[in-house]
């Protein structure tokens, strides 16, 4: 197992703390929606009987269907970001230099960065 550069370290940690604020951000948007969700059936059963209630109903559920597609996108967003590190840290213990073969000679300053 090879120790990660100070460099990769860096991004490892910065992309692990982002996925865990997405994480948590989904963890968020969850209550919501389930605290929309339960406020619309007390209001819908209980305050709104009428059919006005029932379309200020149909609102809210159509208002959480698109909420939870913004929930869904940014778990996906989280799953990315935690592909992305644990890919990086396995890179890093198999010893993969990402970097490798890449040349691109036709970029300012590419010859001071070769060995």
Not at 1 to 14: C, K, L
Request: glycine share 10%.
């Amino acid at each position: 197992m090879t120790t990660p550069s100070g460099v990769t370290q860096n991004e490892i940690n910065a992309t692990q703390q982002g996925q865990q604020a997405f994480q948590e951000c989904v963890t968020a948007l969850t209550s919501i929606a389930s605290s929309v969700m339960q406020s619309n059936q007390q209001l819908t059963s209980n305050g709104m009987v009428s059919a006005a209630g029932a379309q200020y109903g149909k609102a809210i559920e159509q208002w959480c269907e698109d909420f939870d597609d913004l929930r869904g996108v940014t778990q996906w967003m989280a799953d990315q970001l935690e592909a992305t590190w644990q890919s990086m840290v396995a890179n890093e213990n198999n010893g993969i230099d990402l970097a490798s073969g890449i040349s691109n000679p036709g970029l300012p300053g590419f010859d001071a960065y070769q060995g």
